[in-house]
């Protein structure tokens, strides 16, 4: 699934490299959640780097496969709980 980087998006990440975002929303194991950012129907991706760290992406779908990235963060303690409580479910 091609993902398309907002200028400002990249531009905006503090702490977390481009290539762990993408490694968040290519990951094997990924937990989408549908909700909105900015007013618009988005689509949070709950998923681990390749080296574990848990991040949240926003992607916004711009075509029938294509996808905007709208940010990138960590997880705070609790959605990681809520997260390890899905991962060991969906094992």
């Known amino acids: 699934m091609p993902y398309r980087w ?4 990249l531009a905006a990440l503090v702490g ?3 290539a762990e975002v993408l490694q968040a929303l290519n990951a094997e194991r ?4 549908p909700g909105f950012a900015l007013g ?3 689509l949070s991706i709950w ?3 390749d080296t574990g760290r848990p991040l949240i ?3 916004k779908q711009e075509g029938q496969f294509s996808w905007g990235i709208l940010g ?3 997880m705070t303690p609790d959605e990681l709980a809520e997260y390890e409580k899905w991962e060991a479910s969906a094992a």
């Open 6 to 9: 907002w200028p400002a998006t």
């Open 16 to 18: 977390i490299t481009d």
């Open 30 to 33: 990924r937990r989408p959640l």
């Open 40 to 42: 618009i129907p988005a």
């Open 47 to 49: 998923a681990r780097t």
């Open 57 to 59: 992406v926003v992607v």
């Open 72 to 74: 990138a963060r960590d």
